[in-house]
């Protein structure tokens, strides 16, 4: 059974950085991880994905330019970089594994998720 475990979520002002952390632990990381948000009263948005190897799908227009995914394998850890953050990224940030090469858009292709951390950016 994998098992994803989130960090880094916490209180930012406008314009400051954020880095999230999503380590999986159980019998594999070959797999495919997602990145989603949920801001209150909305549904929840995905924001990119990663592959096994690395590559990634686009990002989504709202922070494009802003966020950046990776992984490092070795230490089965998946990252968000969040820059120039904007009040409007203030969400629970999800990070999601499927046990498929390429990562997907639909929540509902993912089996394994995060706890789920929490972002909150002041203006």
């Known amino acids: 059974q994998v098992q994803l475990v989130e960090s880094g979520g916490g209180l930012v002002q406008a314009g400051g950085s954020l880095r999230l952390s999503c380590t999986a632990s159980g019998p594999t990381f070959n797999l495919a991880m997602g990145w989603f948000r949920q801001a209150p009263g909305k549904e929840r948005e995905f924001l990119v994905s990663i592959n096994w190897s690395g590559g990634t799908s686009n990002y989504v227009d709202s922070v494009k330019g802003r966020f950046t995914t990776s992984r490092d394998n070795a230490k089965r850890t998946v990252t968000l970089q969040m820059n120039s953050l904007k009040p409007e990224d203030t969400a629970v940030y999800y990070c999601?594994?499927?046990?498929?090469?390429?990562?997907?858009?639909?929540?509902?292709?993912?089996?394994?998720w995060g706890q789920g951390t929490r972002v909150t950016v002041s203006s």
């Open positions: 999601a594994a499927r046990q498929y090469f390429f990562g997907s858009s639909d929540s509902t292709d993912y089996k394994y």
